[in-house]
């Protein structure tokens, strides 16, 4: 099945910097790839997807670029405010199958 | 309102006993599907389920059961066999007609086995 491994487990940024968490995927039929975000004691939130026919995409501060021949895909998080701290999960999919990393937890610091 | 519910949302049980967790979700959605969350082991999938009467086996289904008998209602029962039961269960659903788009989570059932 689909192994998804994600990197780092922690990432402590100071506000205003960048922040970027790596994923990899094992099944080259993988063909959708979310992140979501779950703060403290809520659910998780979907807060970028790509497909694998897009190599990035882009949503204000965040964006998503995805490489299907090394098949792994990253977030980044630019220009990072306090309510960016939370718990990150990237995810891949192959038919309906959805697949999630362990996690990220980023602290940013006032 | 419009959502997914699970329940019990905290749940105790001896060992050797079989547990069902409740997902119920009036979105009219087609997808659902099990999670168990750990920490520092992320979300692993248990069931899902694309249609009514239909389920697949997930990452982690050894010592999981489900049934999809209805479109609104997924069921998970945690057995006997499932040697590390204790862990925090959410249970999502997701629109029906493609492969993608957002996941809507529930509220999570925390279980213990003791």
């Known amino acids: 099945g689909e192994n998804v491994e994600q990197h780092p487990s922690t990432l402590s940024v100071q506000e205003g910097d960048s922040a970027v968490i790596k994923c990899t995927y094992s099944?080259?039929?993988?063909?959708?790839f979310p992140w979501y975000k779950q703060e403290l004691g809520k659910r998780p939130q979907l807060i970028i997807d790509i497909r694998s026919n897009v190599g990035e995409k882009k949503d204000q501060r965040i964006a998503v670029t995805l490489n299907k021949t090394a098949k792994h895909f990253s977030l980044h998080i630019t220009e990072t405010q306090p309510e960016d701290s939370a718990v990150y999960f990237c995810a891949a999919q192959r038919d309906y199958k959805l697949s999630f990393g362990a996690g990220t937890t980023v602290t940013v610091r006032a | 309102d419009g959502g997914i519910t699970q329940s019990p949302k905290y749940l105790f049980r001896k060992e050797g006993q079989n547990v069902t967790l409740s997902c119920e979700q009036n979105l009219n959605h087609d997808a659902m599907y099990w999670y168990r969350q750990d920490p520092g082991q992320g979300l692993r999938l248990i069931y899902y389920?694309?249609?009514?009467?239909?389920?697949q086996k997930g990452d982690i289904a050894e010592g999981y059961s489900v049934s999809r008998e209805k479109k609104e209602s997924f069921p998970l029962t945690v057995t006997s066999a499932q040697k590390n039961p204790t862990a925090f269960y959410l249970c999502?659903?997701?629109?029906?007609?493609?492969?993608?788009?957002?996941?809507?989570f529930g509220e999570g059932s925390r279980l213990t086995v003791l």
């Open positions: 389920s694309q249609i009514v009467n239909d389920f």
């Open positions: 099944d080259s039929a993988s063909n959708y």
């Open positions: 999502a659903s997701r629109p029906g007609g493609g492969d993608t788009g957002e996941l809507f």
